[in-house]
């Protein structure tokens, strides 16, 4: 065990992640959030979409607006509109850092362009610089497009120049077509009195909508036969994933790539509900802030002691995906090892409940604390014992899922929020194993406990 965790120790983070993917079959990450125009999924809304800029582009229309929610796929779009464009011979220039005034606006087109000039020219010079460049590919037939993702970021001064540029026109006809891309916001911005100019010149606005309840099955189909996995979650997982994401290809990423980690983490072959659950609770704990910095300690003990987040698997690449795991926890990243109940994460500390010292009177209503514990009842009472010895009420319970038999250390039942986080926060000072919160519900069903030490 040790040869393995030394081996893993010597890895980077992505070939760790790219031996974890590994094991399940997947030649690369499907739901990375890095843009992969090898594996776009178009639908019936991207096509109509590219189709209509493209008309627009095509017909000299001067100013196009697309726009859409965070996440939604935008900046996915535009470069693939980039890639027809180039194809169709038209000159591109692409603007992806739009924090920029207006003088470093005309430099970055200028820039992607190919245009060289001497450094320090005002921002007149600039637009005479590139009225020269368009005139001149006018006059040999081509069409320019100037495309600038994130405009919501752009100031007014920097809009106005880009209005300047679209005024450019030789015989009636636009030299540059100008398509601007961004949030909402920038659609709002637009209404605004000072930008009706600027409003009155956009012929075309396409809206990027959220992918559909049917499309959101088909995207992460389509991104898992893409890898070449088997991998398929379950009709209910999906419909939860829906429930969560609401068609947000980002959202759909990020807990799809939860589920992935949590598989192997927890030895699974198939993201079932549980699985699903435990991704959407611990992404939601990252958006909302919840991550704490003494769940980040936890974090770092976790990548210290190596396998303890993961035993029982006993493998190399458990040590792998223990090593992967650990390190995003230390870089603000997954909060915690995903399983198939909902994972606690550490608050600021509370105050420990009062427990009387008799034996623990578990209940069959409430909330139930759990920590997954080795396969073996031997090494089960042996973790159950360490617990006890930090002053925690715990017992040994038989439990069933997917059809594996195991055990898992109650510390709690009928447990309110306050209290379950209370005995969580308690349990991370000693320990680096996830503890899982599982709510009462038809799926949930109770053992009796094998052995609760004195």
């Known amino acids: 065990m040790l040869q393995a965790r030394r081996a893993t120790e010597s890895i980077g983070p992505e070939q ?8 399940l079959g997947l030649g690369f990450n499907p739901f990375s959030i890095a843009i992969n125009q090898d594996s776009y999924y178009e639908t019936a809304a991207t096509r109509r979409i590219m189709e209509l800029i493209v008309y627009g582009a095509e017909t000299r229309k001067g100013f196009l607006l697309l726009s859409g929610e965070v996440g939604v796929g935008k900046s996915s779009l535009l470069l693939r509109l980039l890639a ?44 005479i610089v590139l009225h020269t460049f368009l005139l001149h590919h006018f006059k040999k037939g081509r069409n320019c497009v100037i495309l600038v993702d994130e405009a919501h970021h752009l100031g007014f001064e920097a809009l106005e120049s ?4 679209a005024n450019l026109e030789t015989g009636g006809v636009k030299l540059v077509q100008v398509v601007i891309c961004g949030q909402p916001e920038l659609r709002e911005e637009l209404r605004t009195p000072r930008l009706r100019q600027f409003a009155s010149r956009i012929s075309i606005a396409a809206d990027l909508p959220a992918l559909s309840r049917a499309e959101t099955g088909g ?26 994401a609401q068609g947000n290809p980002r959202t759909v990423n990020l807990l799809m790539e939860r589920c992935l980690y949590a598989m192997v983490a927890r030895g699974r072959d198939v993201i079932d509900e549980r699985i ?8 939601d704990a990252c958006r909302s802030g919840s991550v704490s910095k003494t769940r980040s300690m936890a974090g770092k003990r976790t990548r210290r002691t190596g396998l303890s987040a993961v035993r029982g ?32 994460g550490l608050e600021q500390p509370l105050a420990m409940i009062d427990r009387a010292e008799e034996k623990p009177q578990l209940r069959d209503v409430g909330s139930t604390l759990t920590v997954d514990a080795p396969e073996g009842i031997e090494e089960a009472r042996r973790m159950a014992d360490r ?27 009928g447990l309110s929020q306050d209290q379950a986080q209370a005995l969580a926060n308690h349990y991370y000072r000693y320990f680096a194993d996830t503890v899982y919160l599982e709510t009462p519900g038809p799926g949930l069903s109770h053992s009796e406990p094998l052995y609760c030490p004195e």
Not at 162 to 165: A, C, P, S, Y
Not at 316 to 324: E, F, G, K
């Open 16 to 23: 760790a992640r790219d031996r974890l993917l590994a094991s």
């Open 84 to 127: 027809r464009l180039k194809a169709r011979g038209m000159v591109t220039a692409m603007v992806v850092n739009s924090l920029l005034d207006k003088r470093e606006l005309l430099e970055s087109i200028c820039a992607d362009f190919g245009l060289k000039h001497r450094p320090g020219l005002t921002t007149s010079h600039l637009l």
């Open 162 to 165: 880009l209005r300047m540029l």
């Open 219 to 244: 995207y992460v189909e389509f991104k898992l036969a893409q890898a070449g996995s088997q991998i398929r979650p379950s009709p209910r997982a999906l419909e939860l994933l829906w429930q969560a």
């Open 276 to 283: 699903m659950q435990a991704a959407i609770m611990d992404l």
């Open 313 to 344: 698997l006993g493998t190399i690449l458990t040590a792998v995906a223990a090593l992967l795991l650990g390190w995003f926890i230390g870089q603000g990243g997954a909060s915690s090892l995903l399983g198939e109940r909902s994972p606690v």
């Open 387 to 413: 617990v006890r010895n930090v002053g925690l009420e715990v017992c040994v319970v038989p439990r069933e899922s997917q059809g594996q038999k195991g055990f898992v250390l109650e510390l709690g039942r």
